[in-house]
């Protein structure tokens, strides 16, 4: 961890592979982050594959006023590394999220779904199971402890 004035950033476990480019895949490390303040808590699960991971997160640092949860460039082949939309709310809930932002869709194309299946999904998931989340446009900003976007501007 590495504290900074009033910042304590964790790195904590996910599930995917490491390195870039033509060097060894095992010569870097993918983490999930945890970032407390001393009157928030913010989550960003990196990329990863859903597992029991979230939920020892959840336990040790949680609840979370915020989590950023992956959501999107998903396929079955992928399943270890990139979670499904209703994977990405489940992982929103084992981190005890207050709110989750699914991010990591409608940027690019790197799977064979819609640029807005992600966030359609993961919407219907969220409402399903009662766990709330907000939904910025790319780049609109988000503030704690203000009304967070929930307009469903994809659509």
């Known amino acids: 961890s590495a504290h900074l004035p009033g910042l304590t950033l964790r790195c904590t476990p996910s599930r995917h592979f490491s390195g870039r480019g033509l060097g060894n895949r ?3 490390l993918w983490c999930s982050w945890v970032m407390q303040a001393h009157a928030k808590r913010v989550f960003y699960t990196g990329d990863g594959g859903y597992g029991p991971h ?3 997160i959840g336990r040790q640092f949680g609840p979370f006023d915020l989590a950023l949860v992956e959501c999107g460039q998903y396929n079955e082949s992928w399943a270890e ?7 990405s ?3 929103a809930r084992d981190v005890r999220a207050r709110v ?14 819609a640029w807005n299946d ?5 919407t219907a998931e969220a409402a399903r199971l009662g766990q709330p989340i907000t939904t910025p446009r790319l780049g609109e900003p988000v503030t704690l402890g203000t009304a967070l976007p929930m307009e469903r501007w994809w659509e």
């Open 81 to 87: 590394i990139h979670m499904r939309p209703e994977q």
């Open 89 to 91: 709310v489940q992982a």
């Open 118 to 122: 992600p966030v359609k999904r993961a």
């Open 54 to 56: 979230f939920a020892a």
């Open 26 to 28: 095992n010569s870097t």
């Open 100 to 113: 989750m932002m699914p991010v990591h869709w409608g940027a690019f194309t790197e799977a064979l779904h």
